[in-house]
């Protein structure tokens, strides 16, 4: 490619969050500051040491799919999926047709994905009912024979069936560096478009980890909050009480395209998709420096690529997962890259009303930046009553921030240490 | 202009090696390593036949035991593979060299890239004690959970894990990805890693692709899904039947051509160039005109800015399934028309290893490239006549100049062409 590398629009957006169901409902309780943590209902968590998390809601697959065929190929995760990218197509008013399904791309972050729980318990049953497994009683397993069976279990089943379904034959690839899966995808997505790649994207992340399984390992790592009985309070970053993340689920998917052919078939542009930031800690699995180096590189970064003054930046979708050593550390990185103007920077995490998405979380986050831009309203930080002295940055606390934004980063770091950053621009800083 | 990004070392292991010299030399004797299966014991099993690495102790591999408990078998591969093409490069002497701010700059300027498979079924029959004693009741699953089960059962399961300790292990601070795509995730994470290094994002990256697919359950689903032979790998034959699975990795360090003359490196090869598409037709299918391949191919001719004349040979993916091996034909075909570029493939001699393929096949198409000579696909005894004029052989053809094109296929479709070219002397 030579010239300037193309600008890439947002204009399209949708959303399955433990909040609601589609965008209008999620932006709706996020400005209400409604929480979306309850009680466990997906599975009888009372033996658990958590029985709360973010589970997304009265949600009816055959409702938002109509193609009940697909939907025996597709888990939870992949439904949601669906159903989001339905409505970020429907948003967008563009969707791929035969002429020019080879320039859409579709990159998404997914969940670890694996054998659902059932799935687990029909193997265990028949192959180690004392605990001990035996290869060969896997000959005789109906189950372990069922294709449907592994064709939802593979890490590339709901990039699949995004591509089935809305006939995208261009680059596709499916990502996943856990919490930072859905922000790099996203990301990477960005890039396809200013390389010349692809001309519509269709991306972003989708996880859910509610069940026995998903619980049962953030529970034995200690790092979920155990508020079972102030379940709308448990998720608190940044608060000097807080102890631990909610798990959430969702997906979130935004589409993408060059800016101009945007306006040429006048498009409603949400956002500017400005800049990306991509870094590695190299510090520990689950933990960022207490400095912030890593996410400092992928902050800074994400401002560079943008073209964005750090003054310019209004407000911080923070990664925030209400546990000590990442709010430490966040705190710090933004410190480090925006020196006196950090005060300036409305931040919140809006983990604290809906959980911790995993890989859906860095799509979804950026999803809410460009609906903060569009509204010019900062969602809050709910459930911060008394902040941790270390995290000294000038909170969204109480009600929604009405205010314009020029500029917004959504931070997004995952267990491994992949940090991504996100820059979003207003449309009208970039058309003056 | 974007950069030229230029290949400075690398890493390979599977069945039949364990560096790129002893796969090419195993290649070159024309002895497939595909042996009965001895992870578990699969004698009655419909398909017991796979291209294990045989005699895998992983202290061998990663050297810090610590680290064992927090890896599966395939992330020991990728790991692996990730410190040999680090040491052949030369890299870490590089860095040593530098004054501590010079090294946190590098390493903040050296991006890590990985492909790999998901983390299969085994991992998560950790938790079948606990099922046993929960015996169906989910209020004892979850109390007996922390006496159970080991507290590090998710660290262990993550599917970037090769990323994270890439970083520890060797301090690389740049971008990174994960790609989770089936087959052609190693492919793209050479694609991804170069993109990065033209965009001017880093300027250096690892790309690894690692998968260890060879158990129980995976084995028996792809046999019902008829993608496995009951006997061997025969590409383009007419009696194919299948594919086997293989378990393996590669890396390639790959630089800018300016950051690679800045520390005198030494370099193997040259990226030109990649292209992707999907097919969207379902997880599983293939179209039978190879209409995807062929728009892969296209594209990273396009972006290499090369005729399909200039290509000196074809990697095939060459799976050996009757559908894979007949669309690849076609695609082929299609593209080069009647005057195709000596074709081989390499899986007939390791199997697949599924995320671990495309890249594994691209670390032996540059050494093929420098040894001048397209190997045979050793396995060949009768070209599938309806696969048209392929210029396949079972002997070792004549590159027709220093540029491979390699192919690389996976579920839902997907399609990969990267194109590489062997450095013209090794010493620049």
């Keep these: 490619m030579t010239g300037k590398p193309r600008r890439v629009a947002i204009t399209g957006l949708g959303l399955v969050t433990p909040l609601g169901n589609d965008v209008a409902a999620t932006w709706d309780a996020l400005l209400a500051g409604h929480s979306g943590v309850a009680p466990i209902t997906h599975f009888d968590a009372s033996g658990f040491p958590v029985r709360i998390a973010a589970e997304v809601k009265e949600f009816d697959p055959r409702h938002a799919i109509e193609d009940r065929k697909l939907l025996k190929y597709a888990n939870r995760s992949h439904v949601l999926a669906l159903a989001a990218a339905e409505e970020a197509l429907r948003d967008a008013g563009i969707r791929p047709e035969v002429s020019d399904a080879t320039r859409w791309a579709c990159v998404v972050g997914t969940g670890k994905t694996g054998l659902g729980f059932g799935e687990l318990g029909e193997v265990h049953r028949h192959c180690a009912p004392d605990g001990h497994f035996r290869p060969d009683r896997l000959l005789t397993d109906a189950f372990a024979m069922d294709p449907l069976a592994f064709c939802r279990s593979q890490t590339s089943a709901g990039l699949a069936l995004l591509l089935q379904r809305f006939g995208i034959r261009g680059y596709a690839t499916a990502v996943h560096t856990a919490c930072a899966s859905g922000s790099q995808a996203v990301g990477t997505a960005m890039k396809l478009i200013r390389r010349g790649t692809a001309d519509y994207v269709l991306a972003g992340g989708f996880d859910s980890m509610i069940d026995p399984i998903g619980l049962a390992s953030f529970c034995l790592l200690g790092a979920l909050s155990t508020d079972n009985e102030t379940p709308e309070r448990a998720s608190r970053p940044f608060d000097a009480t807080r102890n631990g993340f909610v798990l959430g689920e969702g997906a979130g998917l935004l589409v993408l395209e060059p800016w101009d052919a945007a306006r040429r078939r006048g498009a409603r542009i949400y956002a500017e998709l400005a800049g990306d930031g991509n870094s590695l800690s190299s510090y520990r699995i689950t933990d960022s420096h207490p400095s912030g180096d890593g996410p400092i590189q992928a902050m800074r970064q994400a401002l560079t690529t943008a073209g964005v003054r750090p003054e310019e930046v209004d407000y911080l979708n923070a990664h925030g997962t209400s546990t000590l050593m990442n709010d430490r550390s966040e705190c710090a990185a933004v410190r480090a890259v925006f020196g006196s103007h950090a005060g300036q920077i409305g931040v919140s995490s809006t983990k604290s009303l809906m959980g911790h998405l995993i890989a859906g979380a860095g799509a979804v986050e950026a999803a809410v930046c460009a609906l903060a831009i569009h509204h010019g309203v900062q969602p809050v930080n709910a459930n911060l009553a008394a902040p941790d002295p270390e995290c000294d940055l000038d909170f969204v606390r109480g009600q929604p921030r009405v205010r314009r934004i020029r500029a917004a980063l959504s931070n997004s770091f995952g267990f491994g240490g992949s940090n991504s950053c996100l820059a979003l621009r207003n449309p009208d800083e970039v058309e003056g | ?428």
């Design chain 2, 1 to 428: 202009m974007s950069a030229r990004v230029v290949v400075a070392g690398s890493g390979a292991i599977c069945a039949a090696g364990r560096t790129p010299g002893e796969i090419w030399d195993a290649v070159c004797t024309g002895r497939p390593a595909i042996r009965p299966i001895e992870q578990w014991d699969a004698s009655g099993w419909p398909t017991s036949l796979a291209g294990e690495i045989p005699g895998l102790d992983p202290r061998a591999l990663v050297e810090d035991r610590k680290l064992h408990k927090l890896l599966q078998r395939s992330d020991l591969l990728g790991l692996y593979v990730a410190g040999r093409a680090l040491d052949e490069s030369g890299f870490v002497a590089y860095r040593e060299a530098l004054d501590p701010p010079a090294a946190a700059a590098v390493n903040d300027r050296t991006g890590v890239y990985v492909g790999q498979g998901g983390s299969g079924y085994q991992n998560d029959y950790e938790f079948f004690p606990l099922l046993t004693i929960a015996n169906g009741d989910l209020g004892t699953f979850g109390r007996e959970l922390a006496a159970t089960v080991n507290p590090m059962w998710l660290l262990r399961s993550m599917p970037n894990n090769v990323v994270c300790h890439i970083g520890i292990r060797h301090g690389l601070k740049g971008p990174n990805a994960c790609v989770t795509n089936h087959s052609v995730s190693g492919s793209l994470a050479v694609a991804e890693a170069a993109a990065a290094l033209r965009a001017g994002e880093a300027d250096r990256a690892l790309a690894v692709g690692h998968d260890a697919p060879i158990e129980p359950q995976v084995v028996l689903y792809y046999h019902q899904l008829g993608l496995l032979s009951a006997d061997g790998l025969w590409p383009f034959d007419a009696r194919r039947s299948g594919s086997l699975l293989g378990e393996g990795a590669a890396a390639l360090l790959l630089e800018t051509e300016s950051a690679a003359a800045e520390r005198h490196a030494r370099v193997f090869g040259e990226f030109l160039g990649s292209g992707c598409t999907t097919e969207a037709e379902g997880l599983l299918a293939i179209r039978a005109d190879g209409d995807g391949l062929a728009g892969a191919i296209a594209l990273a001719l396009e972006d290499a800015e090369l005729r399909p004349a200039e290509v000196g040979m074809v990697v095939a993916h060459g799976s050996s399934t009757r559908q894979s091996d007949a669309s690849e034909a076609a695609a082929i075909h299609r593209v080069f028309g009647a005057t195709a570029p000596p074709v081989t493939a390499f899986k007939w001699a390791f199997g697949h290893p599924l995320a671990a393929s495309g890249i594994l096949d691209s670390v032996l198409a540059m050494v093929a490239l420098r040894h001048g000579m397209v190997p045979g696909v050793a396995t060949l005894r009768e070209l599938d006549p309806d696969l048209g004029n392929l210029p396949v052989s079972k002997l070792p053809q004549a590159p027709r100049s220093d540029v491979a094109l390699v192919l690389n296929r996976g579920f839902g479709g997907s399609n990969t062409a990267l194109v590489l070219r062997a450095a013209a002397s090794e010493a620049r």
